[in-house]
């Protein structure tokens, strides 16, 4: 069974970086596809962007000036980096794995960030 697990920091300050880490276990992130995905209280799933099974990354257009996306395969892990922040970003940061299938088919449990000074 694939698990993920999302890990960071609750609070970050308007302006400053978010830097969040997705730890994969039961699957290696060398195969697949591997997703940031964010909600903001009261709005929709928002895409924040995608790393592929051979370390490709692809953002949200809205996002890629200030998004990056990486990976540690040594450690089975992968990252997301979000800068220059606004207290509208506020949500819960979910990582999950794109299947072959195309649906999102393991979630992490997510991890709520308060962005507010």
């Known amino acids: 069974q694939v698990q993920l697990q999302e890990s960071g920091p609750g609070l970050v300050k308007p302006s400053q970086t978010l830097s969040l880490t997705c730890t994969v276990s039961?699957?290696?992130?060398?195969?697949?596809?591997w997703t940031w995905i964010r909600q903001s209280p009261g709005k929709g799933l928002e895409w924040i962007g995608v790393?592929?099974?051979?370390?490709?990354?692809y953002y949200n257009p809205s996002l890629e000036s200030r998004a990056s996306i990486s990976r540690d395969t040594s450690k089975n892990q992968f990252f997301l980096q979000l800068s220059a922040l606004t207290p509208e970003e506020t949500a819960v940061y979910y990582c999950?794995?794109?299947?072959?299938?195309?649906?999102?088919?393991?979630w992490g449990q997510g991890t709520q960030v308060a962005v507010s000074s």
């Open positions: 999950a794995r794109w299947a072959e299938s195309g649906e999102y088919d393991f």
């Open positions: 039961g699957g290696s992130i060398a195969n697949n596809a």
């Open positions: 790393i592929s099974h051979d370390g490709s990354v």
